[in-house]
T-cell receptor, first 113, second 111 residues
Framework: NAGVTQTPKFQVLKTGQSMTLQCAQD?????MSWYRQDPGMGLRLIHY???????DQGEVPNGYNVSRSTTEDFPLRLLSAAPSQTSVYFC????????????FGQGTRLTVV | DAKTTQPNSMESNEEEPVHLPCNHS???????IHWYRQLPSQGPEYVIH???SNVNNRMASLAIAEDRKSSTLILHRATLRDAAVYYC????????????FGRGTSLIVHP
């Protein structure tokens, strides 16, 4: 059981470049979400989805786009990378039950120069 | 979701018990209490959760106050591998389960 898989693990971008961070889960979870974590900080919610075709903004959505065309995949797009987006990004998935756990990927470490 | 308050950091010696507190004075009757931990350079991982009664699993125990305004995560014998940031999170049964994280408690374990 792979759980939540994020790719790539590391990425260096130049300012203004675009890229997509991939996230896939094989647990048939309805809920998926993206977080960023800056040094010494907790995780901040960027975007989330409660099912295929449904997405919503979290705490820090600016500069990021998402889509959810399938239950399994939830990619995060940076349209024009900025140095302020240098961070570690985590994807998570969970079922519709609030008394169960969320599963997190291992993270993507992104550096924008 | 209601907010939680945790100490920024705590220290423990190896093989001693650790009690990590969390205050959640605005918790509603249907909010679950979840604990996650994040080891260095890894994503958060689930530790334990509960609603009203104390809970035990292979990783830890969760003690919930009778009025539910606070809870304590108990690691019975800390190991060096338990050094991590521990997050206390509330989730509402009426909403979508998307965890919202604070800064958590950084646990330092001394050999």
């Amino acid at each position: 059981n792979a759980g939540v898989t994020q790719t790539p693990k590391f990425q260096v971008l130049k300012t203004g470049q675009s890229m997509t961070l991939q996230c896939a889960q094989d647990m048939n979870h309805e809920y998926m979400s993206w977080y960023r974590q800056d040094p010494g900080m907790g995780l901040r919610l960027i975007h989330y989805s409660v099912g295929a075709g449904i997405t919503d903004q979290g705490e820090v959505p600016n500069g990021y786009n998402v889509s959810r065309s399938t239950t399994e995949d939830f990619p995060l797009r940076l349209l024009s990378a900025a140095p302020s987006q240098t961070s570690v990004y985590f994807c998570a998935s969970s079922s519709t039950e609030t008394n169960t756990e969320a599963f997190f990927g291992q993270g993507t470490r992104l550096t924008v120069v | 979701d209601a907010k939680t308050t945790q100490p920024n950091s705590m220290e423990s010696n190896e093989e001693e018990p650790v009690h990590l507190p969390c205050n959640h004075s605005t918790i509603s009757g249907t909010d679950y209490i979840h604990w996650y931990r994040q080891l260095p350079s890894q994503g958060p991982e689930y530790v334990i959760h509960g609603l009203t009664s104390n809970v035990n699993n292979r990783m830890a125990s969760l003690a919930i106050a009778e009025d539910r305004k606070s809870s304590t995560l108990i690691l019975h014998r800390a190991t060096l591998r338990d050094a991590a940031v521990y997050y206390c999170i509330l989730t509402s049964s009426g909403g979508s389960y998307i965890p919202t994280f604070g800064r958590g408690t950084s646990l330092i374990v001394h050999p």
